[in-house]
């Protein structure tokens, strides 16, 4: 006569704890590094714009940075989890460098264009949400994403533009360098300008075959990258102009 098996409550709880083990195993990558760095970086700008706008600025950040992510994955790249760095943004890192300009032109542009859907998404909540939070933080996603844009590498710019024309570079350095004049030596500013130049003084240098290839694209292939990005970028600035109309609008209604 078959007897009824009594599964003892231990191995129902010991079955879960396995399963949540592995879980947590799986995702500790991203546990560390992704959520650990988020929490930091939410934590340090929390004591300059509070906790409500730091925790909405990092995740603008965040869906900037799913951007590229999501670009180098469609183009067969191998990528790590963003990684965040308090006063520098995010970054992710590729495991692989893209084969040509027409590649690499394509994560650049991955992070903007996710990011200012991020930002867009802040505003139309403002529509129905008025809070002031919204609005702040769709202003900021618009010039985060803007500034990233300007044709300087190690900027999202500077790589997009390796597809429509390296030269701009030397644009981007020249507004970068202003804009450095500008703010009194911003050491991040600084930064940029610092990693910009192997490459700015490589373009005066006569080229190898092999930087050749990198750089060679269909006139189509220039033509749409040059659409996406001066579009990208004049439809940031709109949105940015709409949105501090609306701020200002806000301000004087408070007096």
């Given at each position: 006569?078959?007897?009824?098996?009594?599964?003892s409550p231990?191995r129902?709880?010991?079955?879960?704890?396995?399963?949540?083990?592995?879980?947590?195993?799986?995702?500790?990558?991203f546990?560390?590094?992704?959520?650990?760095?988020?929490?930091?970086?939410?934590?340090?700008?929390?004591?300059?714009?509070g906790?409500?706008?730091?925790?909405?600025?990092?995740?603008?950040?965040?869906v900037?940075?799913?951007?590229?992510?999501?670009?180098?994955r469609?183009?067969?790249?191998?990528v790590?989890?963003p990684?965040?760095?308090?006063?520098?943004?995010?970054?992710?890192a590729?495991k692989?460098?893209?084969?040509?300009a027409?590649?690499e032109a394509?994560?650049?542009?991955?992070?903007?264009?996710?990011?200012t859907?991020?930002a867009?998404?802040?505003?139309?909540i403002?529509?129905?949400?008025p809070?002031?939070?919204?609005l702040?933080?769709?202003?900021?996603?618009?010039?985060?994403?803007l500034f990233?844009?300007?044709?300087?590498?190690?900027?999202?710019?500077?790589?997009?533009?390796?597809?429509?024309?390296?030269?701009?570079?030397v644009?981007?350095?020249?507004?970068?360098?202003?804009?450095?004049l500008q703010?009194?030596?911003?050491?991040?500013?600084?930064?940029?300008?610092?990693?910009?130049?192997?490459?700015?003084?490589?373009?005066?240098?006569?080229?190898?075959?092999?930087?050749?290839?990198?750089?060679?694209?269909?006139?189509?292939?220039?033509?749409?990258?040059s659409?996406?990005?001066?579009?990208?970028?004049?439809?940031?600035?709109w949105?940015?102009?709409v949105?501090?109309t609306?701020i200002?609008?806000?301000r004087?209604?408070?007096?």
């Amino acid at each position: 006569m078959h007897q009824p098996q009594h599964h003892s409550p231990w191995r129902k709880w010991g079955a879960a704890i396995a399963a949540a083990a592995v879980l947590i195993f799986k995702f500790f990558p991203f546990l560390l590094k992704t959520g650990g760095t988020m929490v930091l970086s939410i934590a340090v700008y929390a004591l300059m714009w509070g906790w409500w706008f730091a925790a909405g600025f990092v995740v603008l950040l965040f869906v900037h940075e799913c951007g590229h992510l999501v670009a180098a994955r469609r183009c067969g790249l191998k990528v790590g989890m963003p990684v965040f760095i308090p006063f520098m943004g995010a970054a992710i890192a590729l495991k692989e460098a893209p084969r040509n300009a027409w590649i690499e032109a394509q994560v650049g542009i991955g992070g903007p264009l996710m990011g200012t859907a991020g930002a867009l998404a802040c505003l139309l909540i403002y529509e129905f949400v008025p809070n002031p939070l919204f609005l702040g933080l769709a202003w900021a996603g618009f010039w985060l994403n803007l500034f990233n844009l300007i044709p300087i590498v190690p900027l999202d710019g500077g790589r997009v533009v390796t597809a429509i024309s390296p030269w701009l570079w030397v644009a981007g350095l020249v507004l970068m360098v202003f804009v450095l004049l500008q703010s009194s030596f911003n050491l991040f500013i600084i930064l940029i300008v610092g990693l910009s130049l192997p490459r700015v003084v490589a373009l005066f240098r006569r080229q190898s075959e092999t930087e050749r290839r990198f750089f060679e694209l269909t006139p189509s292939q220039r033509a749409l990258m040059s659409v996406i990005y001066f579009g990208l970028a004049g439809v940031l600035g709109w949105l940015m102009h709409v949105t501090q109309t609306q701020i200002e609008l806000l301000r004087a209604a408070s007096y």
